[in-house]
């Protein structure tokens, strides 16, 4: 099949149509837009051209039969076209059916003896396929982003209002508590060992009326330690415990440390760690006694892996929390957009468990039993991350106003600036109020506030220095 014949053959019946007309002759012109069709149906304005054509001399001719089907056959040319099916030979007129194929023309026979109508159709399939897919994939991204906060614009600026305090690289997890002057940081190189590299977690201790004299603790046991978040327990004997959650190789758990020595002296001593099976990606722990606590299960994928991102993209709703203790581990809530903090009310008859994918804080009722029901979701305007509650019942809500920004950025490189947003929450009206917001350029990827008796509030970050 030679295009340029083709292109010729059609741009010269076209002329001896309109020689025709212009001699009124329309049984002719339209004779010669007959084999035009034939000639040019395969190509959008030329197949448009030629009904059109067609149009005006059924118009002149006043044939009513024909104007209406000349104008259906326009309607259809587009969808025809897209379709690749346009069968061969036919001549187009309104006295045809317009998918009937007919025999070409002796003369047209060389010139269109390549056209195949399955191979258009199949080429066109193949074609809206793949621009369904770009098309589709393209909307999901967008959702995803959108879903995820990146559209948002973070203009704040915490720098003059915020102190930076170095020494406390990775500063996932604050733990202060009014009756205890030391307060306690979980950190270390957390973008080595998220991403499976030989970083381990750290402990510091530091004064919250000093902080700039942060002390980095030797943490014993295990010798995998990849901590996330943390807890402190104080028995009725005075023993104040350190619980941490842990994803170390090979399994995950969460360790539990007596803390001892003096104010400024503290020293850990590892007593215990709880896991079970099933036990996999601790992000949040909250201490119940000495050797049992309900723990934030994220997700099902390990961190750092493509599946991790395609779980959090699709909104998977496979985060849990679970009781532990070391009987075992009990699922108390699931059904959570990647659960992260949690918190108990001081009666410790509700819960609340941050949702970083789903950026939210839901509330369950906790009944004698220990049965979690789950009665309030509050919105957030960020993915949250760790919970501190207050002594007023008030919630700190830490997070990411643009999580794919932290996850894919920052995660990564501490100069791929990840906004910031601490905010106080009251759980029982849902109202909000914002603490501290910084677009990423002074403070990035905030992942929990703590705030001490006079009111200053210190805020953690997931990979910083």
């Known amino acids: 099949m030679n295009r340029q014949n083709l292109s010729r053959r059609f741009l010269a019946e076209l002329e001896k149509a309109e020689q025709a007309e212009r001699q009124n002759d329309l049984d002719a012109a339209f004779a010669h837009l007959e084999r035009a069709h034939i000639l040019g149906q395969r190509w959008l304005t030329r197949h448009w051209t030629t009904h059109w054509r067609m149009l005006k001399i059924a118009r002149k001719r006043r044939d009513r039969t024909e104007i209406s089907g000349q104008i ?150 295990p010798d995998s330690l990849r901590s996330f978040g943390g807890d402190l327990h104080i028995d009725s004997e005075g023993v104040l415990r350190l619980f941490l959650a842990n994803r170390g190789d090979p399994r995950h758990s969460i360790e539990i440390y007596r803390v001892d020595g003096e104010t400024g002296k503290e020293r850990l001593i590892h007593e215990r760690s709880l896991t079970a099976d099933g036990f996999i990606n601790p992000n949040d722990v909250h201490a119940l006694s000495s050797s049992s606590a309900v723990v934030t299960l994220d997700k099902s994928s390990s961190a750092g892996t493509f599946a991790e991102i395609w779980e959090g993209a699709r909104r998977s709703p496979s985060g849990r929390v679970a009781h532990i203790n070391s009987d075992g581990m009990k699922i108390v809530a699931d059904g959570l957009l990647s659960s992260n903090g949690i918190e108990l009310s001081h009666d410790g008859r509700e819960a609340y468990v941050g949702e970083l994918v789903g950026r939210a804080v839901s509330m369950y009722a906790i009944n004698e039993t220990g049965e979690w029901r789950r009665t309030k979701r509050i919105s957030l305007p960020f993915a949250v991350d760790n919970l501190t509650l207050r002594d007023d019942g008030k919630l700190i809500v830490a997070g990411h106003p643009k999580l794919l920004t932290l996850a894919q950025g920052y995660q990564f490189d501490e100069a791929a600036h990840s906004p910031s947003q601490v905010t106080l929450l009251d759980p029982q009206d849902g109202e909000q109020a914002t603490l501290m917001q910084d677009s990423g350029a002074f403070f990035s990827g905030s992942s929990v506030g703590v705030m001490d008796g006079t009111g200053k509030l210190f805020v953690g970050t997931a990979f910083g220095p």
Do not use: Y
């Open 72 to 221: 259906r056959r326009l309607a259809a040319t587009p969808l025809g076209w897209a379709l690749g099916w346009v069968p061969k030979g036919n001549t187009g007129g309104a006295n045809v059916h317009p998918l009937k194929p007919m025999p070409l023309p002796e003369d047209m026979v060389a010139d269109l003896d390549g056209f195949s109508v399955r191979r258009d159709v199949l080429w066109r399939i193949a074609i809206v396929l793949l621009l369904g897919t770009v098309i589709a994939a393209f909307a999901f991204v967008s959702s995803v982003r959108a879903a995820n906060g990146e559209n948002l614009v973070i203009a704040s600026d915490a720098s003059q209002h915020c102190q930076l305090i170095e020494g406390m690289p990775g500063a996932e997890d604050i733990l202060l508590e009014a009756a205890l002057p030391t307060a306690f940081a979980i950190g270390g190189d957390r973008r080595s060992f998220r991403a499976g590299g030989p970083g381990r977690g750290k402990v510091f201790a530091f004064d919250p009326s000093d902080p700039v004299g942060a002390r980095e603790l030797e943490v014993p046991l």
